[in-house]
């Protein structure tokens, strides 16, 4: 390599690094409690003297002035949060504020709740339940397997025995949490992910070891663990029918046949701005069909789509973005039977808190949520409330 070639592609990294730890500086979300904590105040009061709120148009600021999420409907509106971040005052005002459901992004997985055979980790995830009791907020549990090799602790992957045993060590995972949480967690993600886009079960260590009765036991140990839990099968793509849809509904199917608890259908609704609102009415609208009940579980809109890597929301994307949002949640609400509405969960508080976020150094960012970096609602969140109060 010449040295003007080294020279440019050293000059690159830093510039890039640079990028990265500038974009970290405006998406990273305050863990400052100092700064903006506003804790003596009321969350009304909050709302109405947050001055940022001028980042958009006067309509938006005069509209969440008098709105909250929870408030502009009647089924259980939700947010993914991290224990850890619910320490911060301005984070834990927003989701006190504006949300009456509650699951923990991760605290609750496999392998931060069992991260040895014979060990369990609770207290996160109690802390997170506790939170929630504290505000009277639902807690939806997330999730008890998912069918994905990467997400399995080390002690799972080298689980050493027979089917027997492995149906054994899924039982006692299932049971073990789901017993924990009797009472607290009003219902479960059961299986997490398990069809492919191409409508074939996603090969991963349950299915080579149980077949497809990994996910039937695991809906049959988790009603036997808590009879009044509502069990859901969690994933993403749905709103794409197809094969993955067919298989979905087939498996509810083979549940109901065999007596096994099998209550809803979770439509994580990881989407994008240039989505179809139509394509999720007709699946919603399948599942409800299917007499299932119907969540929302993991809702963001990307808006990151053709965008270079590092971008700003514009005031038309941030606009577009949140009339995709209402058109989501009004086909929701249009295509489900109230009585089959599990209710609309957000994956995350603030643009800086959602997973897209997390590596940064990837120039990864995206702005999917309702609220901006900082914590002030986005027309997104006036898309979603215009549709809960049936603008
Ligand atoms: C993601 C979390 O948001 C991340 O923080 C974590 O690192 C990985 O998992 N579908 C799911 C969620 O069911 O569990 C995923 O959550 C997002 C995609």
Redesign the pocket.
Known sequence: MRFTDQFTSSSLRVFALALALLSTQLLACKTSVEEDAVPSKQPEEVAATNTEMATYSSTTVNFIKNASLKGSFSIPIGV?V?KERLEDPVYANVVTREFNSITA??NM?FGNLHPEEKTWTFSKADAVVAFAQKYNMRVHG??LI?AKDS?QPAWVKNFKGDRAAWDLMLKTHVQTVVKHFKGKVASW?VI??PVASDGTLVDNIWLRKLGIDYIFKAFKYAQEADPDAKLFL?D?GQEFGGKKMALLLDIAAQAKARKIAFHGLAF?G?TVLRIDPMKFYTNFKRAADAGLLVYV??LDISVRYQQPSLFTLTTDLASSQGSKWKAIIKAYLTAVPKAQQWGITT??VADCD??FN?NIADNNHDYPLLFDSKYNPKPAYKGFVEAGLGK
């Open positions: 993914a991290i992004e991760s997985k997330h999730a998912w997400v993600d997490n992910e969690n993403y994580q990881h579980s993991e994956w995350g959602s997973f997390h």
